[in-house]
């Protein structure tokens, strides 16, 4: 019970903090917020997950991203994710030319200090490169790498890591949701699996129905 109410007591701090970030950044990309809870489908409301989990680093690498969305995927990590699995979220700069994700970005995240670190690097190194950067200064048990462009869904970590504590050769991927890039409505994506063709190009497939089926239904790990 003790270490229940910590928890929160933790997250209604950071929601403070956020809420302050939030304000400092006037414009509509930020204030407007997404329906997080909308695609989250019944039988996932209904798992529960160990409260002892395996730490996560997120690691966000970005190259001239639009500085409120970047603020947007920041504020969502920050705010749908347990502060005791969150090690800290790491941002890794490609060498950015917009003006405000220099000083005007370095202010806003002061707040975070210790939660967030900022890497900036001294070329352009590229994404592979830039997140192995940022790999090289995490601390927490597993590295998540995310967009600099998404936000989080409620309870988006947690089945992540439960899967990897389970077996630790696991690589998992969550399934991508869709925001409309207009009106910032959220629209649920059907299931679906990544794979890759036989010349390695990456795409989407569809899951069978049989393999949905069972207690768990469609909220059952894929492979």
């Known amino acids: 019970m003790l270490l229940l109410f910590l928890h929160l007591e933790e997250e209604g701090i950071q929601e403070k903090k956020m809420e302050d970030l939030l304000k400092r950044s006037p414009g ?13 489908i019944s039988e996932c409301r209904q798992k529960h997950y160990p409260l002892k989990l395996p730490t996560a680093s997120v690691i966000i690498c970005f190259y001239n991203e639009e500085f409120n969305t970047l603020l947007r995927t920041v504020s969502s990590v920050i705010s749908l994710s347990p502060q005791h699995l969150l090690e800290e979220i790491i941002l890794v700069d490609d060498m950015s030319e917009f003006d405000d994700l220099k000083d005007k970005l370095d202010y806003h995240l002061e707040i975070f200090r210790g939660k967030i670190k ?35 869904n409620r309870v988006w970590l947690q089945p992540l890591l439960h899967a990897i504590a389970k077996d630790h050769k696991t690589v998992v991927c969550p399934i991508v949701d869709v925001i ?42 894929i492979r």
């Not at 001294?122 to 995310?146: P, Q, T, Y």
């Not at 794979?195 to 129905?209: E, G, I, K, M, P």
Request: proline content about 4%.
């Open 118 to 152: 900022l890497v900036r690097n001294k070329k352009r190194e590229g994404l592979m490169r830039s997140r192995m950067i940022g790999a090289s200064r995490a601390s927490g048990d597993i590295l998540v790498f995310l967009d600099s462009h998404c936000e989080v």
């Open 180 to 221: 409309d890039e207009l009106t910032l409505d959220y629209i649920a994506a059907p299931v679906l699996r990544g794979a890759f063709d036989w010349n390695l190009n990456f795409r989407w497939d569809n899951v069978f129905s049989y393999e949905m089926d069972g207690p768990e239904g469609p909220s059952k790990p």
């Open 28 to 40: 509509k990309n930020v204030y407007q917020q997404t329906r997080h809870s909308e695609g989250i």
